[in-house]
C-alpha cells in the first residue's frame, strides 16, 4: 500500500468532530421544528425529514470530495472561483426576491445561494494567489491583491442585500493577517469598528470633542514629535469625518430594518418596539434553560415558535432551552475543539496553499459561530448567518460540508501536495 | 521560512478568548440570572379562559330576577409602569394620590411580573372615563367581570349567591374549576350550578413578553368556544316574595307558600333577610362578615332549615290519622275536657272553648285534650299494634308519608330534617323500651319533640289541599330547553290517606277561619281553610304559627307562616298569611284590610339590639 494514500491518512478527529455536530444539529433542528400539533404527513414533508435528505447528499459529496484527486482544488482553484463569481452575479439578475434578498438561484425545484459556496471557492482562490512561487507577502501589491480577491465576492453580495454573508468575508483580513498582512490594519479595523458603535451611540458632537480633547493632550505630551503630533492631527480629522460619515449614513442611507438591527443591538428602545422581538425571545428561550435545560422536546419557547427562524438562524435557542448551560457549553467546546484542532491541521501542512486554505476554513467557521451564537445570546447585532453543520438549510449544510472535506483532503494528502 | 509563525496563537488565543466570553455570558444567563426564568413562565402559551355568561333567572311572570351586570377590575403589572400623572388617576377612581402609591408599591413586592389587582369591582358608568384615559397609564389594564344583580333586592335566600371556589371544593369537584373560578355558595345558584354556569371556553395565544397577544395558537385549533349557562324559570312570583318580605320586616320567622297542584314555591321568606346585592360585587367580604355577625343570623334561611314545634297546625293531621285509624268517630262527641284533661297525674292545659260535638270542631277550636287523648288511643291500639313502639312507628309512619321528619326534596341544598320521633328515639332516650303514651303525648298536639320546618309545616298542608297527596316543592318549574331533569325530579307522594277523611279535616280548618280561632284571617269572596298554631318554645315568648290553604275547593295556594316569639297565632301568623292569599289571589288588599297590612308591615318584634 502507498503509505501516501489518502484513506490512510484521514483526520478522523476533524471527521469526528464533524459528525457529532451533524448530529446535533439535526437533533436540534428536529426538536425546533417538531410539530405536536401535525405529526401526521410525510416525515419528509418536515424540516427535519428534508435536513436528513440534505445531511445524505453532504455525505455523498464529502465522499466525492476524497475521492477526486487533490489537483482538481489546487489547479482549478480560479476556475472555481471565477464561475462563482458569475453565478453571484446571474442571481441578482435571474433569481427571484427571498425575504428582500436576491442571492437565490432556481433550477427547477431546486434552490440553492451561490453566497454560500463563494466562502470555500475565495478561500481557494486566496490561497491559490498567496501560495504562488512569485509572490512576495511583503509587497503591498500583494496584499492589494489578494484583498482584491475576497472583496470583489463580498461586494457582489452586498449588491444582492445579503449584508450577513457578505459580512463574513471580513474574516479574510484575519486569514491574510496569519501571513504576513499587517496588523495594524486590524487595529485600525477595530478603532473603526468602536467608533461607529459610539457614533450610533452618542451625539456625534460629544464623541468628536472627546476626541478633540485626546488629540491635544497627545499633542502636549508628545509636543516634541513633530511626526507625531501630524499623526495625532490626521487621526483626529479622519475619525472625526468616520463620525460625522456613520451618522449620515444612519440617517439618511440605511435602509430602516438596517437601521433597526443597530437600534437593538444598541438597545435604544425608543425606535426599537417589536425590533427587539426576535432577540428578547431568543435571550428568554436560553435563559430559561438553566443550568441542564428543560430536556429534549420540552422546550416551550422554540416549540411555540416564539423564536422566528428557530431552525436556521436561532438554531441555537433549541439547544440552550432544552440542554440548558451544559448543553451549550459542551457544543461551545465541541466547535472550539474542532477550530483548535483545523489550526494544528493547518500548521502541519507542507504547502502553502493548504495551510492558507486551512486558516481559511477556521476563519469562517469561527466567523458564522461567533456571529450567529454571539447574536442569539445578545452580543453581537442581528445578522442572520447560519450556525455551521447546526442550522438548517441544505446550501449552508452542503457549501460547510465541501469547506471540510476539500480541507482533510488535503490534509490527507499532505505528503503528496507539494504547493 | 514562515516568520509569522507566533501569529498562530493570536489567532488560536482569539478563538479561545471568544468561546470563553460566550460560555461566561451563558453562564451568566442560563444559571445566574433567573429574569429570564420569570420571562420565560408569563412568555410561552397562555390559556385565556372565557367565561360563559351566567344563566339568568325568571319569575314565574317572565319577570328577570337574577341578572348578570358588568364590573371592571384595574390591574397593574408594575414592570410595565412609568411615571404617570397620579393626580387624574386618583380622580379617575376617587381614591387618594396615597392610596396609589401604596398599592404600586405592595405590587411591586408581589411581584414585577405578574399582573396585580389594582382595584376592583369598578362599576360600569365611572369605568368608562377610566377606560377612555387608560392610555395615560402604561402598565395599567382592565379587565370586565360580571357580578350577580337583583332588580328586586328580594329572594336572597332561594337564589343564593356565587363565590370564589374554594380549595376543597377544587379538589372534590375535581376537573372544572380553577382557583378564581365562581360557584354557586347557596339557593338555586348551588343546586342548579351545573345548568347555569354554562361551560368555561379556553383560547390559546401566545403572548409576548410584554404580555402582547401575538395572535392565536396554531389557528385556534384548540381553542375550545365558551357555552352560556342556561336560564330558569323560578316558581316564585317576586312580587308576592317582595310582599312577604315586607310584611315579614322586623320579624323573626319565615312564610312558605306553595301551589298545591303542582308543588311550585309561590314564595319563600326566611326573616330576617338581607339584600342580595350585598353579597354580589366588590364588598362580598367585608358585607358577608357583617352578616354573619348578625345575632339575628340573616344568612340563615330558616324557612328549610329552622325546626319549629308545629304545635296546633299539627292538629288537622292528628285528626286524620286517628281517623284513618278508626280510632277517631269524626261525628262522635268528645267530653272530657274541661280546661284540659288528665292523665295519670300529668295535666294537659286547654284554654276555654264550648263543647265538642264532632272532629271538625275539635279543630276548629284546637282542643288539646281532644287529639292528646286520640294520640294515646292511636299509639296504644293492641287491637292493631302488639306495643307501643309499634303503634309510634305506624303513627310516624303517616308523618313521613306527609313529609315531615325527612326531606321534602326541595331543590335547594341543606335542606333541614325537622324531627318526628319514633320508638328507636325514645327507647334511646329512657334508656328502656319500657315507656309509655302518657310520657310523649304532647307530640299528640305537635309540642315535644316534633318539629318541622316552615316548609314542612306547608308541603304537609299541601296534602290536605290535594285531598290526599303532595308533590315534591321546588323552585325552578322550568330549565331553558330542558324539561326532563325536572321531570324526574318531581314526583307525586301519596299519602294514602281516604279522600273523605281528608274533606273532614278540611271542613274542620275551614270552620277555624269561619268561626275559631283563626277568624281574623277571613277574606271576604274567599274561603280559607287554615289552623293556627301558639308553639311552646324554650327561647321566650311562644312562636306564632298558621298554616292554610285557599280557596276550599281547588286551592291556589298553600302557606305557612311562623313569627316567632310574638304569641298567638292569630296574632300575627293568621293576618300575615290572610294578607299573602288576598295578595296572591287578588293581587291587592282591600281598602278595609289596609290597616291590618299596616299593622303588619309596622310590628317590630325584634329585640333592640344592646
Known sequence: MDKRSTWKNLDWIMIGLYLILISIGWISVYAAGYDFTNVIGSFFNHVYGRQLIWIGISAIVALAILIIDNKFYTALSYIFYGAIILLLIAAIFVGGVVKGSRSWITIGSFQFQPAEFAKFATSLALAKYLSALNIDLKKAKTWGIAIAIFVLPMLIIILQNETGSALVFTVFFLVSYRFGFSGLFLLVGLFIGVLVSLALLFDKYYIILILGILTALTIYLLRRERVAIMIAGLVFILSSGFVLATDYIYMHVMEPHQKQRIDVFLGREANVKDADYNVRQSKIAIGSGGLSGKGFLQGTLTKFNFVPEQTSDFIFCTIGEEYGFVGSSVLLLLFLGLLIRILFVAERQRSRFSKIYAYAVAGIIFFHLFINIGMTIGLVPVIGIPLPFISYGGSSMLAFTILLFILIKLDADRLSVLR | ?610
Not at chain 2, 302518657?438 to 307530640?443: D, E, F, H, Y
Open chain 2, 1 to 610: 521560512m514562515d516568520l509569522f509563525q507566533s501569529r498562530r496563537w493570536v489567532i488560536q488565543g482569539a478563538f479561545i478568548l471568544v468561546i470563553l466570553v460566550f460560555i461566561l455570558r451563558l453562564f451568566y444567563m442560563q444559571v445566574v440570572d433567573e429574569n429570564y426564568k420569570q420571562l420565560a413562565n408569563s412568555n410561552s402559551l397562555r390559556r385565556i379562559t372565557s367565561y360563559p355568561a351566567r344563566g339568568l333567572v325568571y319569575d314565574r311572570k317572565q319577570r328577570l330576577i337574577l341578572y348578570n351586570k358588568a364590573e371592571y377590575d384595574l390591574m397593574v403589572i408594575p414592570l410595565q409602569v412609568s411615571p404617570f400623572d397620579t393626580t387624574e388617576l386618583a380622580r379617575l377612581l376617587d381614591i387618594s394620590v396615597d392610596d396609589i402609591r401604596k398599592t404600586l408599591v405592595k405590587a411591586r413586592k408581589t411581584s414585577p411580573y405578574k399582573p396585580y389587582l389594582f382595584q376592583k369591582g369598578i362599576q360600569a358608568d365611572q369605568f368608562q372615563s377610566v377606560r377612555e384615559s387608560l392610555f395615560q397609564f402604561p402598565g395599567f389594564y382592565s379587565q370586565v367581570r360580571t357580578v350577580r344583580s337583583y332588580p328586586f333586592m328580594a329572594a336572597a335566600h332561594v337564589l343564593g349567591y356565587i363565590g370564589e371556589v374554594s380549595p376543597k371544593q377544587i379538589e372534590r369537584l375535581g376537573g372544572y374549576y380553577k382557583q378564581g373560578d365562581y360557584i354557586g355558595i347557596t339557593g338555586i345558584e348551588e343546586s342548579y350550578e351545573d345548568i347555569l354556569r354554562g361551560n368555561k371556553g379556553v383560547r390559546y395565544m401566545l403572548v409576548d413578553v410584554n404580555n402582547r397577544e401575538q395572535g392565536s395558537f396554531a389557528e385556534g385549533k384548540y381553542d375550545t368556544i365558551a357555552s352560556p349557562g342556561l336560564n330558569l324559570t323560578s316558581s316564585i312570583d317576586i312580587e308576592l316574595q317582595q310582599y312577604g318580605e315586607k310584611l315579614m320586616q322586623n320579624k323573626i320567622g319565615s312564610i312558605v307558600a306553595i301551589e298545591p297542584s303542582t308543588g311550585e314555591v309561590l314564595a319563600m321568606v326566611s326573616s330576617p333577610s338581607y339584600d342580595p346585592s350585598l353579597l354580589s360585587g366588590k364588598d362580598r367580604g367585608k358585607n358577608f362578615k357583617m352578616l354573619y355577625a348578625d345575632p339575628n343570623k340573616p344568612l340563615f334561611n330558616r324557612a328549610i332549615k329552622a325546626p319549629y314545634p308545629p304545635g296546633s297546625t299539627f292538629k288537622p293531621l292528628m285528626a286524620a290519622i286517628g281517623m284513618q285509624e278508626k280510632v277517631i268517630q269524626p261525628w262522635a262527641p268528645f267530653s272530657m275536657c274541661h280546661g284540659g284533661i288528665n292523665i295519670g297525674s300529668l295535666h294537659i292545659g286547654c284554654h276555654a272553648h264550648g263543647g265538642i260535638p264532632n272532629v271538625c270542631v275539635a279543630i276548629a277550636v284546637s282542643c288539646n285534650g281532644y287529639f292528646a287523648n286520640y294520640f294515646r288511643e292511636v299509639v296504644d291500639n293492641r287491637s292493631r299494634y302488639k306495643n307501643i313502639a309499634e303503634g309510634l312507628d305506624a303513627w310516624n309512619g303517616y308523618l313521613k308519608r306527609f313529609g315531615l321528619g325527612i326531606k321534602t326534596g326541595i331543590d335547594l341544598p341543606n335542606e333541614g330534617y325537622g324531627f318526628a320521633p319514633d320508638s328507636k328515639y325514645y327507647t334511646k332516650r329512657y334508656k328502656t323500651a319500657d315507656w309509655r303514651s302518657s310520657m310523649i303525648v304532647s307530640i299528640g298536639f305537635g309540642q315535644g319533640e316534633l318539629s318541622a320546618t316552615p316548609l314542612q309545616i306547608a308541603n304537609m298542608m299541601c296534602s290536605f289541599a290535594n285531598r290526599g297527596y303532595w308533590f315534591t316543592p321546588h323552585l325552578v318549574k322550568q330549565i331553558q330547553n330542558d324539561s326532563t331533569i325536572l321531570k324526574e325530579r318531581i314526583q307525586r307522594n301519596d299519602t294514602g290517606l281516604d279522600t273523605a277523611i281528608c274533606n273532614i279535616v278540611v271542613k274542620g280548618m275551614e270552620d277555624v277561619v269561619e268561626a275559631g280561632t283563626a277568624r281574623i284571617a277571613k277574606i271576604p269572596g274567599i274561603t280559607i281553610c287554615g289552623k293556627t298554631g301558639t308553639a311552646q318554645n324554650p327561647h321566650g315568648k311562644d312562636h306564632s304559627l298558621f298554616a292554610c290553604f285557599a280557596p276550599k275547593d281547588n286551592p291556589k295556594i298553600v302557606l305557612a307562616v311562623i313569627v316567632e316569639n310574638s304569641g298567638f297565632g292569630a296574632t300575627w301568623a293568621a293576618p300575615i298569611a290572610s294578607l299573602m292569599i288576598e295578595k296572591f289571589m287578588n293581587d291587592s288588599i282591600a281598602d278595609n284590610r289596609k290597616y291590618l297590612e299596616q299593622r303588619m308591615f309596622d310590628g317590630n318584634l325584634l329585640k333592640p339590639t344592646p
